[in-house]
């Protein structure tokens, strides 16, 4: 990994908790990467599990959606993924302290997918709005139904 990729996680692991302690406010969800694993094959929660258990990952508190996202949209965990990711989120209505500073610093730092950046956005534009779901409550919910009823088919084919 590059320097600047590594600047990069450095500056989400570090700031992530600056985040959540002042910005996030509502309660967590109290589920483990255990709970998840327990539930239907098809569903997000199985889905997210899965996320959590191949990359080593817990939940974290208060940002949970975040892991969400990442299996709704089939985003890697990669520096670049992140900020396209967040790109994705904007295009899709979020507005958020951390997106922002996010698409500024990853931009100015990872200029060479800018390309990626745009799809992205282009792809979160044009899906119905996700950014605001209560994703705890859909735990149960098929992820692929999920992804159809957000996603257009031709989008889908590209997250996957």
């Not at 450095?10 to 985040?19: C, D, G, I, P, T």
């Not at 569903?43 to 990442?70: P, Q, T, W």
Request: proline share 2%; net charge positive.
């Amino acid at each position: 990994m590059n320097r600047r990729k590594q600047f990069i996680a450095w500056l989400f692991e570090k700031s992530q908790k600056v985040y959540t302690n002042l910005f996030k406010h509502h309660e967590a969800w109290g589920i483990s990467k255990n709970d998840l694993l327990q539930y239907p094959e098809a569903s997000l929660g199985k889905h997210l599990g899965l996320f959590l258990d191949k990359n080593k990952f817990e939940l974290i508190a208060k940002v949970e959606r975040h892991d969400a996202y990442h299996v709704l949209t089939g985003f890697g965990i990669q520096a670049q993924d992140e900020i396209a990711l967040q790109y994705l989120c904007f295009g899709n209505g979020k507005r958020s302290p951390y997106l922002f500073a996010v698409l500024i610093i990853g931009t100015i730092l990872l200029p060479d997918y800018l390309n990626y950046y745009y799809k992205s956005y282009s792809i979160g534009k044009n899906a119905n709005a996700f950014y605001h779901f209560d994703f705890k409550k859909l735990l149960n919910v098929s992820l692929t139904d999920l992804q159809f009823t957000i996603f257009s088919k031709s989008h889908i084919s590209k997250l996957n």
